[in-house]
C-alpha cells in the first residue's frame, strides 16, 4: 500500500466520497459533527464575514486520531452548522506530522490562522513550533512563506521543546499577542506570551502563568479574554488533581479569574474553577461576535476513552458541545445556550409540585425546569440501557453505569457517575441530541456535558418533587 499523502484537495475528495458511509444512528443534528471520521479540538473560533467560524482538529479518513487537519465549518445561528472544505492539511516540513491546535483573528480584510506545526524530524524526534497561514475569502488558506514563525529557540530557560503549542490570538493596544503553552521542566503546566507588531514576525514576551504542582503536568489549549473588564484565562490541565467533585476526568477544563499585570505581562491568579463536571468536555475555546458575546464550544469528548462509534464502525467519532455564552454574574461565570425561541416548538408543560413528564424522542430536545427542586431524576433510555441524571440531598448526579454500550476511561477512579454539590437547585437546562447532552444548572452557574450511545428507544422520563410548584416544559429544537 502507498503511503497516503496529506492535502486539502485530498482530504475534500475523500469527505465527498465517503460522507454518505456514516452511520448517523447515534449522530447529533445541533451539535457539531464532522462530515465524516474523527474530531477533536474547536480551533480559530471567530467571527468573520457576518458568521461564526468553527475549526477543528480532524482526521477524515477514519473515526479514531490521525496526523491532524483542520476542518472547517460555518453558521449564522450556532445551532446549524455549513460545512466547508478543509483548511490545513500537514503537507509541509514544517507541520509534516499534523497541524495542530490553533487559533484565528481578523486583520484588515484577511482571516489569518496561528497553528502547531507538530514535526517528526529525521532522528525520529518529536518537536512542536508555530506557523501561521491567511486566507482572503475565509475559505481556503495560504501557509506563510516564513513560516515556522516560532520554534523551540524562542522558549525561555526551563521550558521544554517538544511541548509548546495551542497558540490563541488578541488583539490589544495594536499589537497582536499570542497565548501558548509549554511544560515547564518542574513538570508543571504554563502559558507562555508572545507579542508581534504584523502577525509574521513574532518574540517571546513573558511567563504569563505558570501552574503549581497540583493543577497538571501539562496545560493545553489556552484561552485569554476578558467579560466585563475581567481578565480570564481557560486552559486544560493534564491530570489536575481529582478532589471530591472536582477534576475527576484524565483531563480538566478550567478557568482563571484575576488581573493581568501589563506592565509584567502575567496573569495574576485569584480563583480557579473547573468550567464542566460531566464526563466529556475538554479543549474549550472562545470568539467574541459582533454584538460582543463571548460563546465557547469544548470538544465534547475526552481523552483515553473508547468511543462506541469508531469500535461499531460508524465511520464518525467525537462532536461539539452545544455553544454557550460566556457572562459574569455577580462576579460568578454564568454559562447561556444561545438559543431564540423561534428555535423551540413547545411539545408539553407541566407546573405542580410533583411533575412527571414522559416523551420518546427522535429530534434534538431542550428541557426547562423552573422553581426549587427537593429531589429528581431525568432518564433517558430503558430499563436496560439508560442514561440517568438525578437530584437528592444536594447532589446533583450524572451517571453512565446503566448504559448497555459502557464507556470507560484511563481514570484511576471510574468516572462513570459524575457528582456535584450544590446549595440547592432552582433551575435546570438540559439539551438532548443524539449522543450527546449538556446541563446548565442554576442559571448557568454550573454546567455537565456528557454522551451517551443508547440503540433503542430512547424515552424520557423525568420525575420532579419540588418544594413549591416547579415548572418543566419539553420543546423541541428546530
Ligand atoms: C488537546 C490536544 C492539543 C493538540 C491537539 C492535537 O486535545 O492534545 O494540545 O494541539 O489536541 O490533536
Known amino acids: 500500500m502507498t503511503e497516503r499523502e496529506f492535502t486539502v484537495a485530498a482530504a475534500n475528495q475523500f469527505i465527498k466520497e465517503h460522507a454518505a458511509d456514516v452511520d448517523t444512528t447515534f449522530r447529533p443534528q445541533v451539535h457539531f459533527t464532522a462530515p465524516v471520521g474523527w474530531i477533536n479540538d474547536p480551533n480559530g473560533m471567530v467571527?468573520?464575514?457576518?458568521?461564526?467560524?468553527?475549526?477543528?482538529?480532524?482526521?477524515?479518513?477514519?473515526?479514531?486520531?490521525?496526523?491532524?487537519?483542520?476542518?472547517?465549518?460555518?453558521?449564522?445561528?450556532?445551532?446549524?452548522?455549513?460545512?466547508?472544505?478543509?483548511?490545513?492539511?500537514?503537507?509541509?516540513?514544517?507541520?509534516?506530522?499534523?497541524?495542530?491546535s490553533g487559533s484565528a483573528i481578523v486583520k484588515g480584510d484577511k482571516l489569518w490562522l496561528m497553528y502547531t506545526g507538530n514535526i517528526v524530524d529525521e532522528n525520529g524526534e518529536n518537536r512542536q513550533i508555530q506557523n501561521m497561514a491567511y486566507s482572503t475569502d475565509g475559505i481556503h488558506f495560504e501557509k506563510l512563506a516564513c513560516n515556522p514563525v516560532l520554534t523551540g529557540a524562542d522558549l525561555p530557560e526551563g521550558f521544554n521543546k517538544p511541548d509548546f503549542r495551542d497558540p490563541k490570538l488578541f488583539e490589544k493596544d495594536g499589537r497582536y499577542y499570542s497565548v501558548i503553552v509549554s511544560q515547564h521542566v518542574d513538570q508543571v503546566g504554563a502559558v507562555l506570551l508572545f507579542v508581534s507588531d504584523d502577525l509574521e514576525k513574532w518574540e517571546f514576551a513573558s511567563v504569563f502563568l505558570k501552574g503549581l504542582p497540583e493543577q497538571g503536568f501539562m496545560w493545553e489549549c489556552p484561552d485569554y479574554f476578558q467579560i466585563d473588564g475581567q481578565d480570564l484565562l481557560v486552559v486544560s490541565p493534564m491530570r489536575f488533581k481529582r478532589t471530591e467533585h472536582d477534576y475527576a476526568n484524565i483531563n480538566s477544563s478550567v478557568i482563571f479569574s484575576g488581573k493581568v499585570d501589563w506592565e509584567r505581562l502575567e496573569f495574576v491568579a485569584e480563583d480557579v474553577k473547573e468550567i464542566d463536571h460531566g464526563q466529556d468536555f475538554y479543549a474549550p475555546q472562545t470568539l467574541e461576535d459582533k454584538d460582543g458575546r463571548r460563546i465557547m464550544i469544548a470538544w465534547q469528548q475526552m481523552w483515553g476513552r473508547n468511543i462506541p462509534t469508531h469500535e461499531l464502525k460508524h465511520a464518525w467519532a467525537g462532536s461539539m458541545t452545544f455553544p454557550r455564552?460566556?457572562?459574569?454574574?455577580?462576579?460568578?461565570?454564568?454559562?447561556?445556550?444561545?438559543?431564540?425561541?423561534?428555535?423551540?416548538?413547545?411539545?408539553?408543560?407541566?407546573?405542580?409540585?410533583?411533575?412527571?413528564?414522559?416523551?420518546?424522542?427522535?429530534?434534538?430536545?431542550h428541557l426547562l425546569l423552573e422553581g426549587v427542586v427537593e429531589k429528581g431524576s431525568l432518564i433517558i433510555g430503558s430499563e436496560q440501557d439508560k442514561l440517568i441524571l438525578s437530584y437528592q440531598d444536594d447532589i446533583l448526579a450524572l451517571d453512565r453505569t446503566g448504559l448497555a454500550l459502557a464507556i470507560k476511561g484511563e481514570e484511576k477512579v471510574s468516572v462513570e457517575k459524575r457528582t456535584l454539590?450544590?446549595?440547592?437547585?432552582?433551575?435546570?437546562?438540559?439539551?438532548?441530541?443524539?449522543?450527546?447532552?449538556?446541563?446548565?444548572?442554576?442559571?448557568?452557574?454550573?454546567?455537565?456535558?456528557?454522551?451517551?450511545?443508547?440503540?433503542?428507544?430512547?424515552?424520557?422520563?423525568?420525575?420532579?418533587?419540588?418544594?413549591?410548584?416547579?415548572?418543566?416544559?419539553?420543546?423541541?429544537i428546530l
Open 47 to 100: 467571527y468573520f464575514q457576518d458568521a461564526y467560524h468553527l475549526f477543528y482538529q480532524y482526521y477524515p479518513y477514519d473515526s479514531c486520531w490521525g496526523p491532524m487537519h483542520w476542518g472547517h465549518a460555518r453558521s449564522t445561528d450556532l445551532v446549524h452548522w455549513e460545512h466547508l472544505p478543509v483548511a490545513l492539511a500537514s503537507d509541509m516540513p514544517y507541520d509534516n506530522n499534523g497541524c495542530f
Open 325 to 365: 455564552e460566556l457572562r459574569l454574574r455577580d462576579g460568578l461565570l454564568q454559562q447561556v445556550f444561545p438559543l431564540e425561541k423561534a428555535e423551540l416548538k413547545l411539545l408539553q408543560s407541566a407546573e405542580a409540585e410533583q411533575v412527571s413528564l414522559e416523551e420518546v424522542l427522535s429530534g434534538p430536545i
Open 421 to 476: 454539590a450544590l446549595s440547592s437547585l432552582y433551575k435546570l437546562e438540559v439539551i438532548v441530541d443524539g449522543h450527546a447532552l449538556d446541563v446548565l444548572v442554576n442559571d448557568g452557574r454550573e454546567s455537565l456535558s456528557t454522551t451517551f450511545y443508547i440503540e433503542g428507544e430512547r424515552r424520557l422520563h423525568l420525575d420532579l418533587q419540588g418544594q413549591d410548584r416547579v415548572l418543566a416544559s419539553l420543546s423541541e
